[in-house]
């Protein structure tokens, strides 16, 4: 059913290039909570994601994330792309979490003086408030995935897409990351849909997996 705490999948097929993602998935899943969206490398989960909040089209079918087309979910959808470009490494991280504010709505945007105040905020709720001056680049990967996940937290969104926020991180700060989710589901109420291979970090935190393999998705 198109529920609004749902994934709702009905007869899609999804391609990325010449690779058949999804073929013909008819799915509804619930997404409260943390949603592990696993499979190898290349199954699609990247482009999945993306197809979920409407940068990337459907061959065919009904893709609804929380009861709302992606177009529209998107507006309430915090995402984290998977790795940052070279380009954003010399940027403090207050002005990377900034520059996301207002992202998804039209209209005058905030004056600087509170979005800052917003962004340090943000910074703050993930535990980055002390180095927001430095540039990305010179953080640690701990460190830098606190100040994407502020980012992505910009515009209170309902929903979190993160990407591997989990990859090239020690275990310490995997853990560390992981406990900070574990806090925004539950003390926020966000859901929270992610891809990783770090299962080990993830266990007992889960509320379920969905695996994307040879064109299906299955919970
Ligand atoms: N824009 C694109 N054009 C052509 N092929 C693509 C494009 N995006 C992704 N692919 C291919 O689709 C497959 C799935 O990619 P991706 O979604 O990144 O997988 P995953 O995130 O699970 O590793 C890969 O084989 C990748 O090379
Ligand atoms: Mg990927």
Redesign the pocket.
């Given at each position: 059913m198109a529920h609004p705490d749902n994934l709702f999948l009905d007869g899609v097929t999804l391609c990325?290039?010449?690779?058949t993602?999804l073929d013909h998935v008819t799915l509804t899943v619930p997404i409260t909570g943390m949603t592990l969206l696993a499979?190898?490398?290349?199954?699609?989960?990247?482009?999945?994601l993306k197809a979920c909040l409407g940068l990337v089209r459907l061959q065919n079918g009904v893709l609804l994330v929380k009861g709302q087309p992606p177009e529209t979910a998107c507006k309430q959808i915090g995402y984290m792309p998977?790795g940052l470009n070279d380009a954003a490494l010399m940027i403090p991280a207050i002005s990377h979490v900034m520059a996301a504010m207002n992202g998804a709505q039209w209209g005058v945007s905030l004056p600087s003086r509170n979005r800052r105040e917003n962004a340090e905020r943000l910074l703050a709720l993930t535990g980055a408030l002390s180095f927001a001056r430095r540039p990305l680049g010179l953080l640690s990967g701990g460190e830098r995935q606190r100040v994407c996940l502020a980012q992505a937290l910009t515009d209170n969104p309902k929903t979190l897409l993160l990407d591997e926020p989990l990859a090239a991180l020690d275990h310490e700060a995997q853990h560390q990351i992981v406990s900070l989710l574990d806090t925004l589901t539950r003390e926020l109420g966000i859901s929270i849909l992610m891809?990783s291979h770090e299962t080990e970090a993830l266990d007992g935190k889960v509320s379920r997996i969905l695996k994307?393999e040879n064109g299906s998705l299955h919970v």
């Open positions: 990325a290039g010449h690779k993602i499979g190898r490398n290349g199954s699609g989960k990247s482009t999945f998977q891809t994307l």
